[in-house]
């Protein structure tokens, strides 16, 4: 009966939170398949070590972190295994300015701080800015469509965009977390 559970709760645990693991692993990897396993494997660890989640509040949290390293380690398994074909295996110089162009580990999970400050520090404002924000940057919706979901204005649309931003970046300035060196980066 206890292992029935507990196959139920991991169930429970991988519908709810699946969508936000393969978000976290797809914008670290770029790749669908690869964002697929990344998750799988993710899963695997987080169920091993789930008991050491003493905060449910924070499940989802570790959850992305679990994910994000599980990721992380993917990527460099990955180059190194690039780096042991690229010794028998002729790359033309497109193939290794590619590679050179990719972002490097450190780049990436930089890029994904920031954006967790930026969507922790949109709660702080007023929903009518959030909701356009989002629309905006999360969704990819122009102006517009923004307008038409909203039934507002296009000039409340455009209005409500600029102040959002005005006010984030307020927020952002009083943020330790986002300065280096007393500069915002």
């Known amino acids: 009966m206890a292992k029935k559970r507990q196959s139920e709760y991991e169930k429970l ?22 964002a697929q396993d990344i998750v799988q494997e993710s899963f695997i660890k987080i169920f091993k070590k789930i008991h050491t989640v003493k905060d449910g509040d924070k499940l989802k949290a570790w959850i992305g972190t679990v994910t994000t390293r599980t990721a992380i380690d993917f990527i460099r398994k990955s180059k190194k295994s690039i780096d042991l074909l690229a010794d028998d295996v002729y790359i033309d110089k497109e193939t290794i300015q590619e590679l ?16 967790e400050l930026l969507q922790q520090k949109l709660s702080e404002l007023k929903p009518e800015y959030k909701e356009v924000l989002l629309l905006k940057y999360e ?7 923004i307008a038409d979901a909203l ?17 984030l970046k307020e927020i ?13 980066l």
């Open 13 to 34: 645990i991988f519908e709810m939170f699946y969508n936000h693991a393969y978000q976290t692993a797809y914008f670290i990897v770029r790749d669908a398949h690869m």
């Open 100 to 115: 050179n162009n990719q972002p490097t580990v450190e780049a990436i999970v930089e890029s994904k701080l920031v954006k």
């Open 139 to 145: 969704h990819d919706l122009k102006e517009q469509e």
């Open 151 to 167: 039934e507002i204005s296009l000039s409340a649309v455009k209005s409500r965009i600029y102040r959002g931003k005005q006010r």
């Open 172 to 184: 952002l300035i009083r943020t330790e977390d986002f300065k280096d060196g007393g500069r915002i």
